[in-house]
């Protein structure tokens, strides 16, 4: 009985998945992609190297080459911490808006189990 009330307190089901021993639901995959951009390396106790540079980067003024390297690093971290998909590289980008000090992160990917295409979008906002 504690238990099915407990499972309430989840956003995401996971008895769903299960079956298959791997939750491949996308707001799943979404939420994990969102975590690692938004930790900072070493700020995960006990896993120094989990995370991705965009939270060292956030108030810097970049130029469209270091932009284009910020992607290409965005996307190696997910890569190394998310094997739940591939990532479709030449079909994700990364925008930077100076007048609303703001960049807009777009991700495009498929999930290995389902074959599934999905678009990952997130803009980041920073107050200066």
Do not use: H
Not at 3 to 27: C, H, M, P, Q, W
Not at 84 to 92: G, H, Q, Y
């Amino acid at each position: 009985m504690a238990e099915r009330e407990f499972r309430g307190l989840f956003a995401y089901d996971l008895s769903k998945d299960l079956e298959i021993g791997e939750v491949v639901n996308t707001d799943a995959i979404d939420q994990s992609i969102e975590n690692i951009l938004s930790t900072s390396y070493g700020e995960r106790l006990f896993n120094p190297f989990f995370g991705s540079p965009l939270p060292l980067v956030i108030f810097e003024n970049l130029t469209v080459s270091q932009g284009e390297s910020l992607l290409d690093s965005l996307i190696k971290s997910i890569e190394q911490w998310e094997d739940r998909i591939v990532i479709l590289k030449d079909r994700c980008s990364l925008g930077i808006d100076y007048n609303n000090n703001s960049m807009d992160i777009g991700i495009t990917y498929v999930v290995k189990n389902n074959s599934q295409l999905v678009n990952f979008e997130r803009s980041v906002s920073f107050n200066s």
